[in-house]
């Protein structure tokens, strides 16, 4: 299993949703809608100061599924290269059955 975190400003969420839909991938994800933080991009604090908000999409799916996110990601950022899109993806280790009793 494949865990994405992509993280963006709020003004291309509807982007990224809309890429991820139209190559089919990226459908069950757990959103955060509201984050905070200071990236390559500058600060997102959402207040006077930094008025921005970043959102953030957490996606677990397989290795395929996983490259087309990547790409849909890719697509956005080409058009947004200001944006602070950011795409981590991290590989899960495969449950060894240890500590569950099973051999």
């Not at 984050?35 to 397989?62: K, Q, T």
Request: with cysteine; glycine share 10%.
């Amino acid at each position: 299993m494949i865990r994405i975190e992509i993280i963006a400003n709020h003004s291309v969420e509807e982007n990224i949703l809309e890429a991820l839909k139209d190559r089919g991938v990226g459908k069950y994800y757990t959103k955060y809608p509201s984050i905070f933080g200071v990236g390559s991009a500058g600060p997102r604090m959402g207040d006077a100061v930094w008025p921005e908000e970043n959102f953030a999409l957490v996606i677990w799916c397989e290795e395929e599924e996983a490259q087309g996110i990547e790409q849909a990601v890719a697509e956005v950022k080409e058009h947004f290269p200001d944006e602070g899109i950011k795409l981590f993806k991290l590989t899960a280790a495969a449950n060894s059955g240890a500590g569950t009793g099973a051999s």
